[in-house]
């Protein structure tokens, strides 16, 4: 088992930049594909971005590419999500997630194991 717990998270202007980590404990995070998601108020889970055990293939909601980047450091068994030209409607709670599966899965119930989240507000 790996137990995720995310940091990072806060208040800022549209057009700003955050960045997400998430801290592994437990199992290594190598063992598994990592994903970010987020949930807005009132709005179901969805996914953000992924990235294979190697780091050598990462996807992204069409939202979010080409202004969030995911990254893993192994070796540090941790989790990135680089947050550039923030929008209000990027708002939401965020969470990281891991998975056994060996592709990049986008639906939340592929993925094993969960932390409990951190906050992004962005203002217009």
């Known amino acids: 088992q790996v137990q995720l717990v995310e940091s990072g998270g806060g208040l800022v202007q549209?057009?700003?930049?955050?960045?997400l980590s998430c801290a592994a404990s437990?199992?290594?995070v190598g063992s598994y594909v990592m994903g970010w998601f987020r949930q807005a108020a009132g709005k179901e889970r969805e996914f953000v971005a992924a990235i294979k055990r190697s780091g050598d293939s990462t996807s992204y909601a069409d939202s979010v590419k080409g202004?969030?980047?995911i990254s893993r450091d192994n070796a540090k068994n941790t989790v990135y999500l680089q947050m550039n030209s923030l929008k209000p409607e990027d708002t939401a709670d965020y969470y990281c997630a891991a998975s056994p599966a060996y592709y990049s899965p986008r639906s939340?119930?592929?993925?094993?194991y969960w932390?409990?989240?951190t906050q992004v507000t962005v203002s217009s």
């Open 108 to 112: 939340p119930g592929m993925y094993d």
């Open 115 to 117: 932390g409990p989240g």
């Open 14 to 19: 549209a057009g700003g930049s955050l960045r």
């Open 67 to 69: 202004r969030f980047t």
């Open 26 to 28: 437990g199992r290594t």
